[in-house]
């Protein structure tokens, strides 16, 4: 049984249908200026993660006291020293298929007046020598910000390849 396909349609079922009431909720509350700046800080960051050039302009839009989950990998930090060590973006083992591509696109993003959901897609890169690239890099991340614009959780929804997760190949 390939688990990659038999999975992937009950958690893309789930997220879509948490997008969907996330949408309806953008209507009913918060006021349009929160939205706003929620939309427009969810906005920035995702330039800042397709970038990837900017570690510590990717760590300002993080309380010190940012709540992360990763649920693939099922990692969780309660700080920002935690989020640091599992993103690491200072480890030399990344690197873009060239210097101006963008690591992510970015392909909808829903937002209310404090919580923002991205969804997208991760492009090829190098991860220490070896390409990474797979059918489904898909992503889905949702962002909760405070009143200053801060985050202070989110939840990582990233569909890793197999061997990522495991050590194995299920070729």
């Avoid at 969810?42 to 510590?56: I, K, M, N």
């Avoid at 962002?143 to 194995?168: N, R, W």
């Amino acid at each position: 049984m390939d688990l990659t396909t038999t999975k992937a349609p009950v958690l893309s079922g789930i997220l879509m249908l948490a997008l969907l009431m996330l949408a309806s909720a953008c209507t009913e509350k918060g006021t349009p200026a929160l939205q706003q700046q929620t939309e427009r800080q969810a906005t920035a960051y995702f330039q800042t993660f397709s970038q990837r050039t900017d570690w510590e302009k990717l760590l300002s839009f993080y309380r010190d006291d940012v709540q992360f989950t990763d649920t693939n990998m099922r990692y969780r930090a309660k700080s920002i020293g935690g989020f640091k060590a599992f993103y690491n973006w200072p480890d030399p083992g990344f690197e873009k298929m060239s210097p101006d591509q963008a690591h992510l696109e970015l392909e909808s993003l829903v937002a209310n007046d404090s919580i923002a959901v991205g969804r997208g897609h991760f492009n090829p890169f190098y991860w220490h020598g070896k390409l990474q690239e797979w059918d489904d890099a898909s992503f889905t991340i949702w962002l909760y910000f405070d009143q200053q614009g801060k985050i202070y959780k989110q939840y990582d929804f990233i569909t890793y390849p197999v061997e990522l997760l495991t050590g194995e190949s299920w070729e």
